[in-house]
C-alpha cells in the first residue's frame, strides 16, 4: 500500500519558513553542549560564560630583574646620600619572580650598586614600582569568554593561564548521508560499465558539513529498494542529529525518499519552486530532521546550501555567516523561468569599468560548473531573466582577490589555453579563466569589452589569412594586439587504427560513418565548412553533422567511447586519448588581446610564460604543435 | 666559551627582507608535496595540474525516463499519422541510463503511447535530443583543476569524478615548539608556588601553525639550562621544517637560544625595533629556520605573526591571506617610542559618525588584550604616536558583523555588566565590551561621544545623591539617559575570618594594616574619600593609599592573596572570593545611555536583559545586590 507522494512546487521562502518553525518544534534548534580540553577546543565555540578560575599572575611579580625592596628603606636616597640596603633587607629578582609580601618595590639592576655590606641606593625606589599586582592580566572570577566565543589560539592561552583546562563548548550536530541508487558504484571502480555512476555526492556533502561545523557520517551505497533504504533510515536515524538522503536522479527512483519520511516520520514538503533542486524533499523521523536532496551534483548541493546549512548554524545557536556579494555585469542573457527561484553559477572577473559575470553551463549534473564557479546569481521568482549588460549581484564563495587577479579568455578552445592557466597560477597566483564558446564568440565578447583576449583561429577563405580581416571586419575602432599562441595539426580524429579506413573528407559522407561536429561560430567549423565546399561535398550526406560538440577533447572522447567514428579537431586531442588521425591542414591559433582592459602587468606576464622553456615543452609534449613565433605579436590595430 | 651575542635593534622590514633571503638560500621556500587520498584532502592546495582521467559521463546518457529511439525512425509523424516503433527498434531509459549507441534519441515517457505492437510516436525525435553526450561535463584529460587550487567539497565531487582518487599536494610543513623556562609548569597544576607560570606559549603558537595551514609539533618543557635546551633542538631539528623556541621571559635567559642558534648554525637576528617583541631571534640550524619568541605572550605572537607566518606561507608557495583593515578613530592618545614599530591591541565598535578603536592594556604579558581585541594598530618608527580622535587603520582579526554588532560602555567596573554582556551575546547575538576606566572617565568618554553608554556611581557629597549633578555639569547639552542597573553593598574587604579585625574605616590606620586602593576617578574611591572625611581620617597615615587596582575583583584578590589585607569595593566580589566583608553604605550603579549614538534596537534589548528574569537571578545570586528598580529610566536630559 504504496502511497502518491504528489510533487509539489512551494516557493522556497515558504517551505524555509515551515522548515525552520518544524525544526522549532522538534526541538533541533537547542544546541547540545559537551566538554571538552581547551587543548583541543580550536575553532570550538562556548556555550557560556566562561570565569577565570585562578588569577594571573596569581603573586606580586618582578616586572624586571633586579631587587625586590620595601620603599620606605630607600626613602632619602640621593647621589650624595646613597643608602645602604643591608643583604636581610632586600632580595634579588629576575622578570617573573615572587616578590615576597614583606616587599613593596623593585629597583632595576642598572640602579643598583653592590657594597660589601649590602647594595647601595642613589634614588628612592616609588611604592610598587615595577610590581606586576596579583591579577594584573586576569583576575579569580573575571569573565574570561562570554557565551558563543569562539576559541582561537589566544583564548586557549588565555584559557590555560586561567586554570580552565576543559570548557563547555557547543556540540558539533552529527549528520548521516545516506547515498541510494542502483546505478552508483564507489570510487575507485576501474572499469566502469555504462550506466554506472560514481557516488560521488555523499562526500561532497561531507565536506559541506564539516565547512558548517558538523561531523559526517556517510552510509554506504544502497540500492533502490524500499525496504534497504528503509531498513538504512532506521538504523542510521538513531546515531544522528540529521539525515540526508542522496537521492537518485530520476524522478520516479527518488520517491521512495517522500514515502518513506511519510510512513516513519513527518513528511513536510516534497518539491520546491527552485531551479535546480526541485525534487527536494523536507521532513522529520523520530524528531529528527530528514533531507532529501536530488541526485544531481549541482542541485544536491543547492539544497544542501539552502535548507541544511542554516539548520545546522541554527542547531549550533550562531547565525549563518553573511553572504558576501560584488554588483556584476552580466557578460549574456539570462532567462529564467518565471515560476522558479533560479541559481546560476558564474564566474567572475574585474574589466576597467566593471566587474562581470560570466554564466557557466547551467546543467544539474555539471559538476566542474561548481569547481569553476566563484559564486551564484539568483534570480527571484516571478522574473523572467537577465539582459546581457544587466547588473546584478553575485554571492561570492570565492575571495575579491582571486577575481581582481583573473584573465579572462574567451574563444576558441586549445590545449595550449590550459597549460597557460597553470603556469600563471602556478608561477605569479595569477588566474586564467575561458570560456569555449567558439572564436567568433570570442570576436563578440571582445567588441562588447567584456574580456580581457580572446582565442582565435577564423580562416578567411578569400585570402587563406587567419583572424585578420574578422578583426578589422568585428573591432573597426578598437585598440586590439594579434599575439601567436601555437601553429598546430588539424585533421580528422578516428579510432585506433582507423577501422573505417577514413583518409579524407569525402569517407564522412559514406553509409556507415557518424560524424561528430563542431558547434557553429567555431573555427574548427569554419575550417570544415571551407573544406567541404573546395572539394564540393554537401554537409546533408554527413550522417551527424548537426551534432555538435565544444571542445577539441569532447570530439575525440566521442570517438573514444564510440558515441562516433569520426570528429574534426586538433592532432593533440587524438594523440591523449590515443586515437589515429588524418591530417588536413595546420593552422594558426592566436590570441587577440584588449591592451585598455587587461593590467599591463599581467600582459607582460602572459607573454612571459608563452615564450618560456616551460610553456613549450608542455604543449610540444602533446604533439601536433609548431611553437614557432609563439609570444610574438604578428599585428596591431595602432 | 660563551660567546656574547649582542641583542640589536634591527628594522622589522630590514629583518624581514634578510630573513625571507635566508629562507631562499637555504631551500625552504619550495614546497614539498605528497600524496594523499582526495576523501582526505579538504582544504590542502594541489601542487600540480590535474587532469581528468575519465569522461563524465562516460557514456552517452539519457537525460529524461523515456525510449530511446533512432530519430530517423521517428521522422513523418504527426498527430495525424502517427509513427509505430516496433519493441526492437527502442528500449526503455531512465535518467541517467545508457542509451546504446545504435540509438540517436530519447522520446520523454509523456510523448510514449503504449500499443500493442509496440509504441507509436506524434511528433519526430531530433537527432541527440534528451542525451547528454559523453563528457558533457568532464572529457577525460581535461584541465580539472590548475596548480594551487584550494580543495572543497566541490573539487572532491569533480575529482571522484574524473576517477582521480588520489592527488598530489602541498606538504603541511612540520614546526617545533620547544618551550624553555624553569619557572614553567604543565597545565592542570592544581597548587601553583608563587613565581611558578603556566607554559600555554607552546599551545597558543600550535594553533597559530594550523592557522597557517602547518602541523605542530610540541616539546616538553625545557628548564633554563643550555645543555638541555641545545639537546631538545639537536634532537627536534631532525623531525620539523622549522623550529619555534620559546624563550624565557627574561633577557639573561634567553641569550641561551641565540647562543645556541648562533653555535649549531647561522644566527641571522637577535632583536627587533618591534614593540613588543623586541627580544626576537631569527636564525637557522642545519638549513633549517629556527625562531626564538619572547616568553611574553603578546610578544610571542607578534613575533610569530610577523616572522614564522609569512615563512609558513612562503613555504607553501601561497601568499598570505590580505589583511583586512577599516579607519577607526582612536578614543584615546597613543604615545609611541619613535624608535620602534609599535603594535597596540584595539577594541572596535561603530558609532553613528565613525568607527572608533579603543587602546587596550599595552602589557606584553597582558593575554587578555589579546582574546579581548578586534584588531591591532601599527604605530610605525619615527611617529611620535596618536593623537586622541586621530584616523588610523586597525588590522582586523575579527568580522566586520561582530563590531557592527557591538555596544560600548566605558566607565566603572560591576560585575552585573558582565552578566549583561553575556547575555546579550547568548540571547541576540549582541557583543557588549567594557573598559573599566572608573565612573569618572565613563563620564568624559561620554562627553567627547566615543561611547554608547557608561557605568557610574559617583556620590555627590553635598546632595548624598547619585550621578545627576556630574551629568548636568559634564553634559550640559547633551541627550542623556539614566537608567538603574543595580544597588549594591559597598564597603571594606577582608580576609576570611577577618584575622586582624578591621571593623571600620578607622582601623585602616593602624600599623600592620596594608590597605589597597581603587584609582582616582573611580566611584569606589569618591565613596571612600567622602567617608574618610567626614570621619576625619587622613589619607596619609593608610599604608598602601596609593597603591591603586582598577576593578573591585582585582582589589578583593589582592586581599586573597595576601598582598595587602583590606581594600575597598562590592560586597560581590568579597563574595565570589569568599573573603569577608564590612558593609559601610549601599549605592546606586546606573548607566548613563545616550539615545543618539547607540543603536535603538540596542538599547530595546539592553533594557529587556536587564529587566529579565535571568539577569535578576544570575545578578542576586553574587550576593550584596538590590535589583529594586532594575531597568527603569529613572532621569533623563530632556
Redesign the interface.
Known sequence: MQRKIYIENMPLDEARQLWMNHLSSIGFCSPLTETIA??SA?NRITS??IYAR????????AAM?GIAVRAADTYGATERTPVVIKPDHYVEV?????VP?NF?AVIMIEDVNYENNGVSIIKPAV??QHI??????????????????RI???????L??A?V?KIEVIAQPIVGIIPTGT?LVN??SVD????E??E??S??????C??CGALPLRHKIVADDRKQIKKAVLEMIEQVDMLVICS??????EDYTAVIIDELGELLVHGLAIRPGKPAILGSIKDKPVIGVP?Y?VSA?LVFHLLARPALFARQG??EP?EVSIQCQIARKLPSHAGVDEYVYVNCARLPNSYYAYPLNR?A????S??KSDGFIRIPRGNEGLEAGELTPVVLHRSR?TIDNTIVCIGSHDLAI??L??LL??HY?I?LISSNVGSMGGIMSLRRQETHLAGIHLLDPQTGDYNTSYLKRYLPNTNWKLLTLVRRQQGLIVKAGNPLNITNLADLARSKVRFVNRQKGSGTRVLLDFLLEKENLKSENIY?Y??E?Y?H??V???V????CDVGMGVYA?AN??NLDFVPLAEETYELCILPDLIDPEHFELLIKIIKSQEFIERVTSLGGYNLEGSGEIRLSSQ
Chains 1, 2 share one sequence.
Open positions: 581547551v587543548e580550536l557560556k560564560a585562578r588569577s594571573s599572575p596569581h603573586y606580586p611579580a630583574d629576575d622578570t617573573g619572580d615572587y609580601n613593596d611604592p610598587w606586576r599586582s596579583i591579577g594584573e592580566d586576569m583576575v579569580a572570577q573575571d569573565l574570561l569568554l562570554p557565551s558563543y566565543t582561537g589560539p589566544f583564548e586557549q592561552a588565555a590555560l593561564t586554570a583546562d546505478e570510487y575507485g566502469m560499465a555504462p550506466g555512476i560514481v560521488s555526492n562526500h561532497m556533502l561531507a565536506g559541506l564539516q565547512q537518485g536522479a530520476s524522478v520516479g527512483r541526485g551534483p548541493q550562531i547565525s553573511e546543467g549534473g555539471i559538476t566542474t561548481l569547481t582577490h590550459d597549460i592557466a597553470d597560477q602556478l597566483g588566474r551527424g548537426n551534432h560538440e571542445t577533447l569532447a575525440a572522447a566521442a573514444a567511447n564510440d558515441a586531442s591523449v586519448l
